[in-house]
T-cell receptor, first 115, second 108 residues
């Protein structure tokens, strides 16, 4: 069955460039999450959508980071004026309705390298 | 503040049993998850605890004590393919707060 997919899988950007990372969640999943994972670390929460509503963006590190999910399905994480410290793997996860176990299913991630 | 602690690295022998501990201090608690992550791959769900006690699923078991802010993941009959990072995560409302992960190496 189709899981969470992300594109591109790898992205190299020059410092100062804008990048856009795409996430296709599991069909029908209401909740969508973005995490940032630095090398050798656990994922860190960035932002969360329920359908098209962005309910929590407390983890976005600066106003250069912006996420959207306009139709409640596909989501895009945009990073403007990339900096070297933005280099990381960006993971997207989706889950069904709230309550109970409701585990998050993760995509393979986009590895961003900023030169 | 929020803090989730787990050992950075562990080693074990094929066929053995290993226990990976996790302690947490978070502002909210809505369940504790363990995920497995092979290098360069997505985290995959292993177990979920929301009530105190032991949850067993095949070779994997997970334990939770909410009063102590403590969990462990027990892996039995270790196989080479179990070499991976194991991530402890607390769910706060909806988002997951992860520890740094424990990198487990299984040797023949």
């Amino acid at each position: 069955g189709a899981g969470v997919s992300q594109s591109p899988r790898y992205k190299v950007a020059k410092r100062g460039q804008d990048v856009a990372l795409r996430c296709d969640p599991i069909s029908g999943h209401v909740s969508l999450f973005w995490y940032q994972q630095a090398l050798g670390q656990g994922p860190e929460f960035l932002t969360y959508f329920q359908n098209e509503a962005q309910l929590d963006k407390s983890g976005l590190p600066s106003d250069r980071f912006f996420a959207e999910r306009p139709e409640g399905s596909v989501s895009t994480l945009k990073i403007q004026r990339t900096q070297q410290e933005d280099s990381a793997v960006y993971l997207c996860a989706s889950s069904g309705t709230s309550g109970g176990r409701n585990e998050q299913f993760f995509g393979p991630g986009t590895r961003l390298t900023v030169l | 503040g929020q803090n989730i602690d787990q050992p950075t690295e562990m080693t074990a022998t094929e066929g053995a049993i290993v226990q990976i501990n996790c302690t947490y201090q978070t502002s909210g608690f809505n369940g504790l998850f363990w995920y497995q992550q092979h290098a360069g791959e997505a985290p995959t769900f292993l177990s979920y605890n929301v009530l105190d006690g032991l949850e067993e699923k095949g070779r994997f078991s997970s334990f939770l004590s909410r009063s102590k802010g403590y969990s462990y993941l027990l892996l039995k009959e270790l196989q080479m393919k179990d070499s991976a990072s194991y991530l402890c995560a607390v769910r706060e409302t909806d988002k997951l707060i992860f520890g740094t992960g424990t990198r487990l190496q299984v040797f023949p």
